[in-house]
Structure formats: C-alpha cells, structure tokens
C-alpha cells in the first residue's frame, strides 16, 4: 500500500504518515497540491495533508483545493500536538545562525532571544528543510527549529527541547482515499465537514443555514468562510458538524436541501489523537 | 502629513496611498506588521495595509494583528481592482525567466503558458520586488509581473497587458488612523468591522449574533473566523456590517452586548472605489 504525504521525511505530515500507516510505503511530495494529485492521478492508495493549526488557522491551499478542484473526501482526521526543538549537529558548538520556518521561528522568538539573542534568522520552505539542510552542513555553526522526528531522521541533537511559546498547539490533518481503514489510533470524535454555497446574500442564508444545526442541538467545531473566487463579498463556507447522532445530521441535511443551500461533503471522519 | 504603507514603491497598496493621499509624504514599510508599527509608534499620520482579495481571501497578517495587538481602528476603507502586467526593460527581448509574487504568477499561468511556454519561473516577495529587480537587469533576458505603477516607477514596458485570468479581481485596503479625513475618491458604502468573542460554544452563540442582526435586516458583507490561538477550535469572527442605518446597528450592538458576546470595533468608514 502507498501513502503520500507532505515532505520531506522528518516533517510534521510525515510523522503522522508513520503513525496512521506504520506498514506502509510512504513517499514525500514537495507540496499540498502534489499530495492530493498523487492521490487523484492514482500513484497512492491515501494521501495525508495539514488542514488546520490552532494557532495559524485554516491551510488554505488545502481547503481551496478539496472545494474547487476534486471530489476527494476526508476518510479520517488526525490531530497532533505541535511541538518545535532546537536541533543541531553537535552540542558542543556555537548558534551563529538558526534556520525554520516563519511560523516555528515565531513559535520560538522569546526562547532564541533569551538562549541565543545574537543569532542570525534564516527562513526556509518548512522546518524538515531546515533540520536537512543543517545535517548537510555538519562544519557550520547552525542550528534548525523542527520537530523531535526530524531530529530522528537527520541524526541531529535536540539542543533545546520544547522551545513553542504557546503549549496548546495543535494541527488536523486529513487522510484522503475512498476505501475505508482501520487505523491503530485512539480514537476521539467523528465528524462531518462541509462546504455549503449559500442562494443568496447574507446574512439571511447563513441565518437559516446555522438555524438548521442549532434547532437539532448538533455541535459545530468549526465555521469559516472562504472566498468563491467570483466576486468580492461572495464566499463558500466550511462547517465541521459533530456527527455523533449520525440520523439527526441526516435530517439537518436534507433540510439544508430543501432550503435551496447546496452543500458538498468534505469528509465523513473518525477523529484520532497522537 | 506623513502616511506609510506596504512598499517597495510601484505596489497595489502604493498605488491607493497616492490616490488617497496625493499630496501626503509617502514612507514605504517593508512588511505589514512594520506599516501598522509606524503608526502605533507615531512615525506617520495614517497607515495603508491590504486587507481582503476576492480570490485569495484575508490577509491574516492585517486581521490578526489588529484584534490581537492593537486597538487602532480603519478610518476609510479603498477598493482596487487588480490587473497585472507582463513587464520587461525593451520590447524586443526575449523572455527567459519570469519574476513574480506567487498570486500573480498564479494569475498569469494561462497567458504565461501560451505566450512564453519555455520561460522559467522565479517566485519573488511582492510584485513590485520583481519589477524592481528586473529594472536593475536590463541586460538580462528577464520579466516580471506587475501593476502598472511598477511599470511607471521603474520605467519598465508593458509587454502583455491585464493577463490575469479572472477579471473579477479585487483587495480592499484599509487607512488605519485617528483623525477623520475627507478623500477625493467616489464614495460608495459605509461599514462596521466587528470582531466578535462568543461566550460560549458553536452553533448557539453565532447563531445568537447572527439574530441580532438578520431580523434587523442589517446586511453582512463578510463572516470569517480566525483562531483565537488558545485552543484549536476556539475561533473569533469578523463580521462587515452595512452600517448605513446606523441607528439600527447601535442596537444590534447594544444587544450584543446584553447577549453577553463582547466585540471591538475594528473600523465603521466609508468605501471608496478606485
């Protein structure tokens, strides 16, 4: 079986590729959109993508994608803690210059202005670049924010563990595929996500979208907007409903029918937790 | 009078800063969060930042950073419509390689593939950069995509003209300030940005907020919900109210308040359209 995910080895996707399909053979692509083509062209069995942080919110390209471009759907969420180190090749070495992602370099200001308040910042694509990028430059005095398993991956040491500002960091990602898996994970909540276009202006539509849900007493997780890419002022929305009472979701779809508001589903998932 | 806004001279948010404020001292900032600074730290009068584009969607870095950090509010809010150029320094040149922000590139993919199909592609930080860099080349076989205040700033040519794909491309700027200040712009609409806080959790409390406002029959121009990056899960909203009944919308507010839904104000202005 074959899993794509977003790489390279040692980013956060990857992790979560190791725990939901620890068997399988997992191939990295570069970014979110080669992930769900890999999956759409058939070169994988289910494809693995950020959807949501905590702290950064939605991953638009994700969401766009998965709503103007394909009838893939969600088979499984799962959420994982986000927690950046500070990796370097040996412990013994000066931090002349510290390489990551904006938002793992954000996540860690207060603890690089404290520990090492003269390093240079270097931006790169994604924390995994920046962990591989310094274990190819062993003799350079840099060090890379990223997580525990890129540590693993590139044989770096973890010179400061746990550097993130904020403990409640946490990221949803999707598995995408058609056929049903039974992952070895605990497993939380189950969900539904849509994407509704709304007949008309709100707040009107919304109004009697929400009333749908809220009459039911059926939780929403999540509402976002997202532009249609039409006009300004015209957007789609993403509704992630508790899905729990599975017949009551049932009704509440039907009715969002019969109210003229078309929705697709997005997926139809089990929440698990790492 | 002194007036900052997102630079490098010849950008989208250049250009309104000189129609809005034609006779102001203009000081480019290098990044929004710098532009927003200027202002808090009393080096300009007035600040212009983008906000929203009817394909990408909101500009985080603003939204974000407006409820978190500050309690500065819009005064004005601009809309522009967005046409990007194929920029070059002559005519009779061939194109080898061509500069762009990632949206623009993104939006010139058609034309780009019909026009020059074998012309390599270089990702820059804003359009203006690129059109900057390639004026700095003139002897290189370079392009780069941008509006057409890059083109008069750098003295560039226009080699292919409005070639985004979709025309319904628009941003809406706003001026952060204090001070009213009368625009010779056409004047459309007037708004309220709220950003609300709910008590509690979905669906109930939106559904409440939303009340207040739909059987007033007061249009929402806009929802979205951002991560109030304390849990994942735990969203404010923004909300774009017309606010040209202000009577009612000071009792929709009021009644929010009594609903126990706190909310600031991010702005109440008028629009104008370039």
Redesign the interface.
């Known amino acids: 079986m074959k899993v794509g995910y977003l790489g390279p080895s040692g980013s956060f996707t990857h992790n979560v590729a190791v725990k939901a399909f620890p068997k399988a053979d997992r191939i990295p692509f570069a970014n979110i959109t080669e992930v769900i083509k890999s999956y759409e062209e058939g070169l994988v069995d289910y494809a693995i993508i950020p959807v949501?942080?905590?702290?950064?919110?939605s991953v638009?390209e994700t969401l766009d994608y998965l709503f103007h471009q394909t009838d893939i759907s969600a088979i499984a969420e799962v959420?994982q803690p986000i927690k950046q180190q500070l990796l370097a090749t040996a412990q013994d070495k000066p931090v002349g210059k510290i390489f990551s992602h904006p938002q793992a370099i954000a996540q860690g200001k207060k603890y690089i202005k404290s520990h090492y308040p003269h390093a240079q910042i270097e931006v790169t694509a994604s924390t995994a670049y920046a962990a591989r990028f310094i274990a190819e430059h062993p003799d350079k005095p840099y060090a890379a924010i990223a997580p525990v398993a890129a540590a693993k991956e590139y044989d770096l040491e973890i010179i400061g563990k746990d550097i993130q500002e904020?403990d409640?960091n946490?990221t949803?990602f999707w598995v995408l595929g058609h056929e049903p898996y039974v992952f070895d994970l605990i497993k939380d909540t189950q969900k539904i996500s849509l994407a509704l276009t709304l007949p008309d202006?709100?707040?009107?539509a919304?109004?009697k979208a929400?009333?749908v849900?809220?009459w039911r007493g059926?939780?929403?997780?999540?509402?976002?907007?997202?532009?249609l890419?039409?006009?300004?002022?015209?957007?789609f929305f993403i509704v992630d409903v508790d899905n729990s009472n599975h017949d009551l979701v049932t009704f509440a779809l039907e009715e969002l029918r019969v109210l003229g508001i078309t929705y697709n589903v997005m997926g139809m998932y089990d929440v698990y937790c790492l």
Chains 1, 2 share one sequence.
Not at 218 to 227: A, M, N
Not at 229 to 235: H, I, Q, V
């Open positions: 949501e942080n905590s702290i950064e919110g638009h959420i904020i409640e946490y949803r202006n709100l707040p009107g919304l109004y929400l009333s849900f809220a059926l939780d929403l997780t999540k509402i976002e907007s997202r532009p890419k039409t006009a300004l002022g015209e957007y």
